[in-house]
């Protein structure tokens, strides 16, 4: 497959691999405890790889917002990066972002001009070409900009990519807008209808003959055309009140198709203003959220991505952002009944994300809240990226607590995040019938740091009592083993010690 080269590409393929794992420290929870719900603040390139050992293939939606590199210094971020540098910047957060979409899931991105076509190709290679699903079109220009050098810009790209070929979106609901099409000329007890082309897109073998409507006038398809369906047929709907001939009766006739029995919408590429909001649209909701004070320069609407979960995601389904910028996505997310993680960089995480999700919870009704019936309710938890996982010369950071050593290295053997993600004892669970435990910080009960943490008779007695009836091989992760080879062949049993057997960063 044709690839992009740019200058420090080969560097910008292993940086996802290299960067190093970190802690992600709790600074604030805010209501609900047991939503599950989570603000990041930090690089998202180290808050995505911290997010793998629990989210890899979890992820149903991923919608980002990242700079475009416009050359422009907005006022809460730069957004000037030389071009390679902004394709180094993108390459690997994309590589991570599709290693946290689930299999159904599917990635959301916007960006216009001045990046689009290189991304489309960037994604591509990262996503697979098949998977690419469509470029849209969003409207966010109200009126023109008459100071334009050449061309005034009216709309963004929104590239969308599925994990898989397969993914169907989710239809949209009708509209008014979209029902107002149907009337009702002649007062038919069905409702509502819309005159359907009476011809046939392929030949059709029953579909050439002649009919007769109510005033005794002729009606044969076009040359080289067909009807829809057979004479027989024909007959039967006319019989039932479902073929319009027009209001005299002599024009051709029409299958009607009535509001009543089409289904919902499916999505089209054009995303008016008018539809999902503009530029202006989202600078008013951050005015009313924030009144009076600096307002985030670069926000999106509320219904932009209120349309883009609808048809991506449902109710319960897991949805992240990382450029999250004013928190948007999660607001909308939350709003919907979504759960959503949302990563940002900059100190508007804390001055604008924080309280405007804070604002959601306590039920603020701007957005979409009024057609979504939002009321408040739910919560979420605020993180800070943390110290790194392991220390440079390999020891674990004394910081790491026994479930997220637990979490590393359930992902590290299996390679996907832990089925319930709770680990209160030293069995982690079983695996490809593989037993895996670990021995750390004194999880069988004795608190000295070191304590229980080496493999000898006794701890093994201890570890038989939480094994459940198991004949396969068990992977025991310690600090040391005091038990002979001979004797761990003979328990089935392979030990790895820590931190020298744990290949993670
Ligand atoms: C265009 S804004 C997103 C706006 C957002 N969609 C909204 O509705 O408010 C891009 C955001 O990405 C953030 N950002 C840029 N690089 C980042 C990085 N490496 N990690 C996390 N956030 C980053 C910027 O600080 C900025 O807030």
């Known amino acids: 497959m044709p690839q992009l080269t740019w200058l420090g590409d080969h560097e910008a393929k292993r940086t996802a691999r290299k960067v190093h794992y970190r802690l992600l420290d709790p600074v604030e929870q805010v209501g609900d405890p047991a939503s599950g719900n989570l603000l990041i603040q930090g690089d998202n390139l180290e808050a995505l790889k911290a997010l793998l050992p629990f989210y890899a293939g979890r992820v149903k939606c991923i919608f980002i917002d990242p700079p475009y590199n416009t050359k422009s210094a907005f006022e809460h971020y730069d957004d000037n990066l030389e071009h390679s540098q902004w394709l180094s910047m993108m390459y690997p957060r994309l590589e991570l972002l599709r290693d946290l979409l689930s299999e159904d899931g599917s990635i959301w991105v916007t960006i216009d001009d001045n990046e689009g076509h290189y991304l489309k190709v960037v994604m591509d290679e990262v996503f697979g070409r098949k998977n690419f699903v469509s470029t849209l079109i969003w409207q966010k220009a109200d009126s023109p900009r008459n100071s334009a050098r050449q061309f005034s810009s009216d709309h963004d790209y929104l590239h969308v990519y599925a994990h898989n070929s397969n993914w169907i979106p989710i239809k949209l609901p009708r509209s008014d807008e979209s029902d107002a099409i149907y009337s009702n000329p002649d007062n038919d007890d069905r409702g509502p209808w819309l005159p359907g082309d009476p011809y046939a897109n392929k030949p059709y073998s029953k579909g050439q003959f002649t009919i007769k409507g109510p005033t ?204 319930t993600g709770r680990f209160d004892s030293p069995l982690l669970g079983t695996h490809n019938n593989t037993a895996y435990v670990l021995l750390y910080n004194g999880i069988l009960g004795d608190r000295r740091p070191e304590g229980g943490n080496v493999l000898n008779q006794q701890v093994w007695k201890a570890i038989l009592d939480v094994l459940p009836p198991h004949r396969g091989p068990r992977v025991i992760y310690g600090e040391a083993c005091r038990l002979s080879p001979a004797r761990l062949k003979q328990l089935n049993v392979r030990f790895r010690q820590i931190p020298y057997d744990i290949r993670m960063r």
């Open 216 to 419: 005794g006038r002729s009606f044969s398809p076009p040359p080289g055309r067909f009807w829809r369906v057979s004479e027989n047929r024909l007959r039967e709907l006319d019989a039932d009140g479902r073929v319009w001939w027009g209001p005299t009766g002599d024009a051709r006739p029409s299958i009607k198709r009535y509001l009543s029995e089409v289904s919902d919408l499916v999505p089209r590429t054009l995303w008016t203003k008018e539809a999902v909001g503009s530029n202006r649209t989202s600078k008013n909701e951050m005015r009313a959220l924030f009144p009076g004070e600096e307002s985030f320069g670069t926000p999106k609407p509320e219904r932009l991505l209120e349309r883009i979960l609808l048809i991506a995601t449902l109710q319960g389904d897991l949805v992240l952002d990382s450029f999250l910028g004013s928190g948007t996505t999660a607001a909308v997310a939350h709003k919907m009944g979504r759960r959503w993680i949302g990563i940002e960089m900059g100190e508007h995480a804390r001055t604008h994300c924080l309280p405007r999700l804070k604002k959601v919870i306590e039920g603020e009704q701007g957005g979409i809240s009024e057609s979504v019936g939002w009321h408040g309710g739910g919560g979420f938890r605020y993180l800070k990226l943390g110290e790194p996982a392991f220390l440079e010369d390999g020891r674990i950071n004394p910081a790491i607590r026994f479930a997220t050593l637990a979490a590393y290295l359930w992902f590290l053997e299996t390679g996907a995040p832990h089925p």
